[in-house]
């Protein structure tokens, strides 16, 4: 009786193994996407922490724009199964300045969000389930802006492609996460520097919603790249969001301390 | 004047940071902001006082001035922060006042932090009544919600752990809650004269109030326990006749011990709150809980507005001797809507409805941002059904409007 079993084990392990056989031969997309993200979130190990001022400039559909200037520190989690920590300050418009947000990430539980209300100086856990809604009603979202984390998505590697002056691996990824608002997301990562250099966003629907694109690309600590103008068109509503990063600053000495609830309700 | 400030506040930094290799990092990174907002409010009454002496007026305007300098230095570890506060309302003298909001100098550690001179803060999760938050006094001629507060000059020290935060206030002097005067509408039968007021403790407001307080986030749990021992935050009133034959209403403000609990679990869409303090000092001890729920569906107005329905219920088991209040038995049930626009929509409105005597109060807020400058709020405050033992009754006839455009630099 045990030994059928056994066999049965046995030999349905050595089917499994010829199965995939051919396929490990050869690299299947969804391996070669994954080593092309592997290697994506390899070059950005270790850069501790950072910080950056943002101006975030929103355009509706009638080219009206208005302007918010935030500031956001983010410090890095070693451990990949956690996500990393931030603090954003807004300073502009004046009326919400002073206003914090401090964020521990996730990979695929919802993150952990306080709020901070400088007029009456409180600090509101609030339910960061709202992953696909706007950020502050601009085209990003918050799982747009969130810790991008290698285990949040499944990768799946689509073609090789000119973009611009750069070679770039079309990747196709799928979020791991609930309640998000995307069925996919196809990334172009130039294929030099493992750099994200645009992505389009699909709906609930499956219909492309937002292109996101990535240019002025600065090298930090002589490691890290970040993009200094992020550009997010809706498709749909033909809104748009350019972010403009400026003064940032690697390893400043940022630590777990400072990022507390306690530390944002001391924040301005 | 920028510059007079500034070297002001260098000067207060060259006193704080006595270490002269400190000061020369000091120096380099100073940074001095300045912002604030004017407004002007106009009240709409529907209907004329019901009080003798009241300004007849169905419009009431005022202008609102508050002004913001932060300064800091030791990349930010160091900071100095000053708003005064103004009001000037043509119609109510009472409710034309200044208050320094915040003037103190903070000190953040690795672990720690510190705060010197006056200030504000903030305990509790629930919407619709804030029972444990008690560190400042209210500036009553704000608002009918409370949320107004006077400044309280404190020694405020918090210490950070993997256990929790420990923090400690140690509070000098004593604010007086502000109160409208003759003229004014949403008061008290009797007028509040300030100038009688009494305390329990002979030192009266210079009697030393004392804070404690353990913040911890455990997963989803966010808790809070605290313990103030000191002069009671609101007032009992004595009637009594001024020579001239009119009757006022003397606050005294008594020495009380209060421990609280404040506790929110936040799981998804739902948000669980609850609020309880146990007070001694005021009649027989007693227990006071509130708590309730919010719910938010999400991406339910259009495409991206969220839609938070909030239910709370209101205990209070304080006797007759002490302070009245509203919540000694109530529901309320409310709805939020955060249309996550460029303009920061939002709309909370509301009931506060007394299960025993059916006495309703009924709140609308509503604020949209017009450029980067200019916001437009609105507040609905309708009072109905009081009976004349509820401390709403004199403001029976004082259901009104408030518009709010407020320029923001």
């Known amino acids: 009786m045990l030994n059928t079993h056994l066999r049965t084990l046995i030999l349905s392990s050595i089917a499994v193994t010829s199965l995939s056989l051919p396929v490990l031969a050869n690299t299947s997309p969804s391996e070669k996407g994954a080593e092309i993200a592997k290697e994506w979130d390899a070059r950005d190990k270790g850069f501790g922490d950072s910080s950056a001022n943002l101006e975030m400039v929103l355009e509706n559909r009638h080219g009206e724009k208005s302007t918010r200037v935030l500031r956001i520190k983010t410090l890095e989690m070693p451990d990949t199964n956690v996500g990393d920590k931030s603090l954003t300050i807004f300073s502009k418009p004046r009326d919400i300045k002073g206003t914090a947000f401090l964020s521990f990430a996730q990979i695929l539980e919802p993150d952990d969000q306080w709020l901070y209300l400088p007029a009456l100086k409180r600090v509101k856990k609030i339910s960061s389930k709202n992953k696909s809604g706007p950020f502050v009603g601009s085209e990003f979202s918050y799982e747009d802006l969130s810790a991008q984390e290698l285990k949040k998505y499944n990768y799946k590697w689509l073609n090789d492609e000119a973009c611009g002056e750069l070679q770039c691996s079309v990747l196709e990824q799928t979020p791991a996460y609930e309640n998000s608002g995307y069925t996919k997301m196809i990334v172009w990562y130039d294929t030099a520097e493992y750099r994200q250099q645009k992505i389009d966003y699909y709906d609930r629907k499956g219909a492309l919603l937002k292109t996101l694109k990535f240019t002025e690309y600065r090298q930090y600590l002589s490691k890290f790249w970040r993009a200094h103008n992020m550009y997010m068109v809706n498709h749909q509503t033909g809104k748009k969001t350019r972010l403009v990063y400026s003064d940032y600053a690697f390893q400043t000495g940022l630590k777990g301390s400072d990022l507390t609830k306690r530390k944002l309700s001391k924040v301005r | ?409």
């Open chain 2, 1 to 409: 004047m920028p510059r007079l400030l500034r070297s002001a506040m260098v000067g207060a930094a060259l006193i704080i940071n006595a270490v002269p290799a400190t000061f020369n990092t000091a120096l380099a990174d100073m940074n001095l902001d300045f912002s604030g907002f004017i407004a002007g409010d106009t009240r709409i009454f529907t209907e004329s006082p019901a009080l003798s002496g009241q300004n007849n007026a169905h419009l009431n305007p005022s202008t609102v001035v508050q002004l913001e300098w932060n300064f800091e230095w030791n990349e930010g570890a160091d900071r100095i922060d000053f708003i005064p506060f103004a009001r000037i309302d043509p119609q109510d003298d009472s409710r034309t006042h200044a208050d320094i909001r915040e003037l103190n100098y903070l000190h953040l550690g690795d672990d720690w932090d510190l705060t010197i001179g006056i200030d504000k803060v903030f305990w509790g999760v629930t919407e619709s009544r804030h029972l444990v938050d008690i560190i400042n006094q209210t500036d009553g001629v704000e608002d009918t919600d409370g949320e107004d507060k006077l400044g309280q000059p404190m020694i405020n020290l918090g210490l950070q752990s993997d256990y929790g935060d420990f923090i400690f206030f140690a509070m000098p002097y004593f604010r007086e809650r502000t109160f409208p005067g003759t003229d004014g509408r949403l008061r008290s039968p009797f007028v509040v004269d300030t100038d009688r007021t009494y305390y329990e403790s002979d030192l009266e407001e210079f009697h030393p109030d004392l804070a404690f307080r353990y913040a911890v986030v455990a997963g989803d749990w966010d808790i809070g326990l605290a313990h103030f021992y000191g002069t009671s935050r609101e007032a009992r009133f004595i009637p009594e006749v001024t020579g001239g034959g009119k009757t006022v209403l003397a606050p005294q403000y008594d020495i009380i011990n209060q421990s609280s609990i404040d506790v929110q679990a936040t799981y998804d869409e739902w948000l669980w709150k609850l609020e309880s303090i146990y007070r001694q000092g005021h009649g027989d001890d007693f227990v006071a809980v509130s708590g309730g729920l919010e719910y938010t569906f999400f991406g339910a107005i259009g495409d991206n507005g969220d839609l938070g329905v909030i239910a709370e219920f209101h205990y209070d088991g304080r006797d007759s001797t002490a302070p009245a209040t509203i919540f000694d038995n109530d529901l309320f049930l409310g709805f939020r809507a955060t249309l996550n626009d460029e303009a920061d929509t939002t709309f909370l409105a509301g009931v506060i409805w007394d299960t025993k005597t059916q006495a309703q109060s009924y709140t609308m807020e509503a604020t949209k941002r017009i450029n980067d400058n200019l916001t437009f709020e609105a507040e609905l405050r309708v009072f109905s059904n009081q009976p004349a033992t509820d401390p709403l009754y004199s403001a029976r006839d004082d259901d009104h409007l408030q518009v709010r455009i407020a320029y923001y630099f």
